[in-house]
């Protein structure tokens, strides 16, 4: 299975499904605080999403995937599921969005600090974010997926970071994953090479310690195995002509929505 190439009506409605996406993740952020659950914070994003933007959240009932959006706090890598405990100051959590709108996802993500952000975790979410904004700028038509795996891979463990190899970025459109599979390590000059109008995400898990990661009896939530903290942020791409869109940026990003090469 190869990319599916988007064709004009298809970026559309891509481009709408994640503003959508990006849209929840600016409506939470006064929500994101101390004492708060995370399922508090999930059921004001399915009201929101349901209600306001009259959109699906694309995890509830995903193989099963209890819940409308994934909340990963300090070790938690990805998929962890929203529950019944506070958040308390230092904690630095992921909130991960997926909708649907008119049949089409937006697929995002992004850390945020609650109280006093932590030094380490703070630190360890900068340098998450900025191997996300590394490989965004490289996404355009010629590329090779393993030269942006390896640029992220490179950037994180020059801070003695480690990336996580079980979990990927993915294509993205009428399908939650599509092809291709997105690496965030590998080797430069290798991997499918990228064409105007293929849609993925980028979303870099990078942990504190170790990159070896458990998955609990739950069989979603996954952590890392030395209970060392992880980050990550992610975005949906449009590959265009000449460079790159970002279909889910927000206001508090610190990249252009298009990037021309």
Same mark, same amino acid.
């Given at each position: 299975?190869?990319?599916?190439?988007?064709?004009?009506?298809?970026?559309?409605?891509?481009?709408?499904?994640?503003?959508?996406?990006?849209?929840?993740?600016?409506?939470?952020?006064?929500?994101?605080?101390?004492?708060?659950?995370?399922?508090?914070?999930?059921?004001?994003?399915?009201?929101?999403?349901?209600?306001?933007?009259?959109?699906?959240?694309?995890?509830?009932?995903?193989?099963?995937?209890?819940?409308?959006?994934?909340?990963?706090?300090?070790?938690?890598?990805?998929?962890?599921?929203?529950?019944?405990?506070? +958040? =308390?100051? $230092?904690?630095?959590?992921? !909130?991960?969005?997926? %909708?649907?709108?008119?049949?089409?996802?937006?697929?995002?993500? @992004?850390?945020?600090?609650?109280?006093?952000?932590?030094?380490?975790?703070?630190?360890?979410?900068?340098?998450?974010?900025?191997?996300?904004?590394?490989?965004?700028?490289?996404?355009?038509?010629?590329?090779?997926?393993?030269?942006?795996?390896?640029?992220?891979?490179?950037?994180?463990?020059?801070?003695?970071?480690?990336?996580?190899?079980?979990?990927?970025?993915?294509?993205?459109?009428?399908?939650?994953?599509?092809?291709?599979?997105?690496?965030?390590?590998?080797?430069?000059?290798?991997?499918?090479? +990228? =064409?105007? $109008?293929?849609?993925?995400? !980028?979303?870099?898990? %990078?942990?504190?310690?170790?990159?070896?990661?458990?998955?609990? @009896?739950?069989?979603?939530?996954?952590?890392?195995?030395?209970?060392?903290?992880?980050?990550?942020?992610?975005?949906?791409?449009?590959?265009?002509?000449?460079?790159?869109?970002?279909?889910?940026?927000?206001?508090?990003?610190?990249?252009?929505?298009?990037?021309?090469?």
């Amino acid at each position: 299975m190869s990319a599916v190439i988007k064709t004009p009506a298809e970026i559309e409605k891509m481009r709408i499904a994640g503003r959508l996406a990006a849209d929840v993740l600016e409506m939470i952020v006064p929500h994101v605080k101390e004492g708060v659950t995370t399922q508090e914070l999930d059921t004001i994003c399915h009201n929101y999403i349901v209600d306001v933007q009259e959109a699906i959240p694309a995890p509830l009932n995903y193989h099963g995937f209890p819940k409308s959006i994934c909340t990963s706090v300090n070790h938690v890598i990805c998929h962890g599921i929203p529950n019944d405990k506070p +958040l =308390k100051d $230092g904690d630095i959590i992921n !909130i991960d969005i997926t %909708v649907i709108k008119d049949g089409y996802h937006g697929d995002t993500s @992004k850390m945020f600090y609650i109280g006093t952000p932590n030094i380490q975790g703070k630190r360890l979410s900068e340098v998450a974010q900025e191997s996300l904004y590394l490989a965004i700028k490289m996404v355009k038509p010629g590329a090779r997926l393993g030269d942006i795996g390896a640029a992220i891979q490179k950037y994180a463990e020059s801070f003695k970071y480690s990336i996580v190899r079980e979990y990927c970025g993915h294509g993205i459109g009428a399908g939650f994953h599509e092809e291709p599979q997105v690496m965030h390590y590998g080797k430069s000059g290798t991997g499918e090479v +990228l =064409k105007a $109008g293929m849609c993925f995400t !980028i979303e870099p898990m %990078v942990n504190a310690g170790k990159r070896q990661c458990k998955v609990l @009896k739950d069989n979603w939530t996954v952590v890392t195995k030395d209970r060392s903290l992880s980050a990550q942020w992610e975005h949906t791409l449009l590959v265009t002509d000449n460079g790159v869109e970002i279909l889910t940026l927000r206001n508090d990003d610190e990249i252009d929505r298009v990037i021309e090469h």
